[in-house]
């Protein structure tokens, strides 16, 4: 028997793109490997009519689609949008893309709709009816998103839905065909679309369903949920739902709308409005359609897997690389090889924590740089360089963020050539340069002002940062920024250089509010930091090192920020020994002080204690400061002997030298 069958115009999806970098994000920040299920929710709209630059009216056809917000637990009505709730599954990779078993997620679908059907929940809501699938794969580095979107709609079977009589509601189509003749009918059907458009518009006002039931005349409307309120005996049963579709076919969501018909209410023979809202409410129609007696939902079968642009059936590909703009294109690169070491490695690892940390590099040289280079590394978005120096022609093959052109016109200031370069490597790093001289011990200011100016700017940046490192190449620049960092509670980190041997440390929280009694980089002297600088040779105006030293020092010092902020105690954690059997960090262990030999390819782990007497961290030189910094610092920098005077380092010394001249003339009365 030939059948004249029903035929759908299948769904046709569109994905906003904002939608893929919600799942970006929500792939580095929650899903990272899993690949569970997601909750996503889309929509359909009718078509659309459209004038092009001729004057032509146009329709263009609905789609399904996806909104930026799809990936949202809460769903925003809109009139007009009918939403659809599915299930999006996410792989790792492009393989697992391909190989995933589709046909059991797509029966997964199928029975979720079948459930909604047989339990009646599709009745009262009618939007589980269009429940969908989104199988994707994200290529984060290439911003090329593949996906493959099923629409799961039940099949009879032997033999599927035929066409009966089929009927425009519209005027126009009469008198073109029919002429006056079938005027007094077509204005019947033209009076009941009338009513449909003026029900429907009232029942949107209570309900986003876009199924809904029809009495004959087409002025009585009702939801699905009121079919055993609504009809009477003797009345005609018709069924009618918002068709998406431009076509002379109704549109996807009929048919489900038929299974639930057939499977809650037995019903075989059906009359059918395909309503088509606004411009295209003159293409609505009234179709009848009837199951062939041998067939039934019995054996499930279904169907909807959507085709690709090629039309077939297969996957399709959205590459955002172009439309990306690359500076948040290299921001997300940068945080996805971050979070790939956490999702496979350490999964404790907080890397907002790093990423919002400030970090203060006192001296740009060939440290500043390298330890610049790593911080990048670690996804740190804030670095403040400090120095006064200018690039010269030695400094680029040796500092790595400097360039020949740097060193031209007697040379760029270095902090704010090396801020410039770094942001060229990463436009999302906020790095800023200052060109400003520390303060000294030895080392007087000519003016009051400049050196007020130069204290209150360096003890800003310090105050403004979190972590400091202690990168310059004279010993006495490190004294204020020491004292400063204690005062304020500050992580700092320093890194000195020798000829084949390094020092890396960090300096401990200060003295009279914490338990952890790890020194700072003064702790060991018994004298104070004096001028360093004065009557150097060529060698001694130049560092002198190895040049793979400052690397490997520099990554030790960022390294060990990082093992810092990532202990549960942070500044205030013990140090860690290379006998330590218990690693205190989830990095590692956590050491005070790190002292290598390039000669012997060797590291030491030590740890030093805090000196009641220290020039830089004591007690007695912060509160000194605190009474009036100016007046202390004026001293210092005239006469660093007078931090011996402060800390009581020339009465020790003056003790030792009078023990020292005891033990003399004792050993010369012996003879």
């Known amino acids: 028997m030939t059948y004249n069958i029903l035929k759908f115009t299948p769904f046709s999806s569109a994905v906003d793109a904002a939608l893929w970098q919600s799942l970006v994000t929500k792939k580095l920040d929650e899903l990272k490997l899993s690949q569970s299920d997601i909750p996503i929710h889309g929509y359909y709209t009718i078509g659309q009519n459209v004038v092009d630059n001729r004057g032509r009216r146009l329709t263009m056809p609905s789609h399904f ?132 458009v003026n029900a429907y518009d009232d ?62 209410w037995n019903i075989k023979r059906v009359k059918i409005v395909c309503y088509r809202m606004g411009y295209q409410s003159d293409q609505s129609f009234l179709l009848e359609t009837e199951l062939p007696n041998e067939s039934n939902y019995q054996n499930l079968k279904s169907a909807g897997w959507e085709r690709n642009v090629q039309g077939k059936l297969g996957p399709r590909m959205a590459d955002l690389g172009p439309l990306m703009d690359p500076t948040r294109l290299a921001d997300t690169s940068v945080d996805l090889n971050l979070k790939l070491m956490k999702w496979r490695i350490l999964p404790e690892l907080d890397l907002e924590k790093i990423k919002q940390t400030k970090c203060l590099l006192l001296g740009a040289g060939t440290l500043g740089c390298y330890v610049g280079r790593c911080l990048l590394g670690w996804g740190v978005r804030t670095i403040t360089f400090v120095d006064n120096g200018t690039v010269s022609f030695s400094n680029p093959v040796r500092q790595p963020l400097y360039h020949f052109q740097d060193a031209l016109n007697g040379g760029q200031p270095k902090a704010e050539a090396a801020a410039k370069h770094i942001k060229l490597i990463q436009p999302t790093v906020n790095a800023k340069g200052y060109c400003l001289s520390i303060p000294m011990p030895g080392h007087p200011y000519s003016s009051d002002d400049n050196l007020v100016k130069d204290m209150e700017c360096l003890s800003e940046l310090i105050g403004s940062h979190d972590v400091i490192f202690l990168l310059t190449d004279s010993r006495e620049s490190r004294w204020l920024p020491t004292l400063l960092g204690s005062k304020l509670g500050k ?99 956590l050491p005070h002080q790190i002292r290598g030999f390039l000669g012997q390819f060797s590291n030491m782990l030590i740890t030093g204690q805090v000196y009641d007497k220290c020039t830089a961290c004591s007690e007695k030189i912060i509160n000194e400061y605190e009474q009036d910094s100016l007046v202390f610092l004026k001293k210092v920098l005239n006469d660093s002997l007078y931090l011996e005077s402060v800390t009581g380092l020339d009465k020790l010394k003056e003790e030792s030298e009078a023990l020292l001249s005891d033990w003399t003339h004792s050993d010369e009365d012996d003879f």
């Not at 079948?114 to 809501?125: E, K, S, W």
């Not at 309120?229 to 489900?256: A, Q």
């Not at 509010?513 to 980089?521: A, D, F, I």
């Open 65 to 196: 689609s996806i909104p930026a917000d799809g990936l949202d637990i809460d769903i925003k009505k809109k009139p007009n949008y009918y939403n659809s709730k599915g299930i999006l599954i996410n792989t790792n990779t492009i393989e697992e893309f391909r190989t995933i078993d589709k046909n059991q997620l797509f029966q997964q679908v199928t029975e979720k709709i079948v459930t909604a059907v047989n339990t009646g929940h599709a009745v009262n809501d009618p939007n589980q009816l269009n429940q969908f699938l989104l199988i994707t794969f994200a290529d984060l580095k290439a911003y090329k998103f593949y996906y493959w979107f099923a629409f799961p709609a039940i099949m009879p079977q032997p033999e599927p839905w035929t066409l009966g009589n089929k009927v425009r509601l519209s005027l126009k189509e009469v008198f073109w065909i029919n002429g006056g003749k079938e005027l007094l009918t077509y204005c019947l059907y033209l009076f009941k679309l009338n009513c449909l």
């Open 203 to 264: 029942l949107k006002q209570t309900s986003d369903s876009p199924y809904f039931l029809l009495k004959t005349g087409f002025s009585q409307i009702a939801l699905l949920g009121d079919f055993g309120d609504f009809y009477e005996p003797k009345d005609e049963c018709i069924f009618g739902f918002v068709d998406p579709s431009t076509s002379e076919l109704p549109g996807w969501p009929l048919r489900n709308l038929l299974y639930l018909i057939h499977q809650r």
């Open 491 to 589: 992580i700092v980190i320093n890194s000195a250089l020798g000829f084949d041997t390094y020092l890396v440390m960090r300096h401990g929280p200060r003295q009279s509010q914490s338990l952890n009694k790890l020194g700072c980089y003064f702790c060991n002297d018994i004298v104070a930091p004096a001028d360093s600088l004065k009557n150097r040779t060529l060698d001694q105006q130049c560092t002198v090192t190895r040049p793979g030293l400052a690397a490997i020092a520099s990554a030790l010092s960022v390294e060990l920020m990082v093992s810092i902020i990532q202990h549960p105690e942070g500044i205030h954690a013990q140090a860690d020994t290379a006998t330590t059997t218990q690693p205190s960090s989830i990095l590692g262990l």
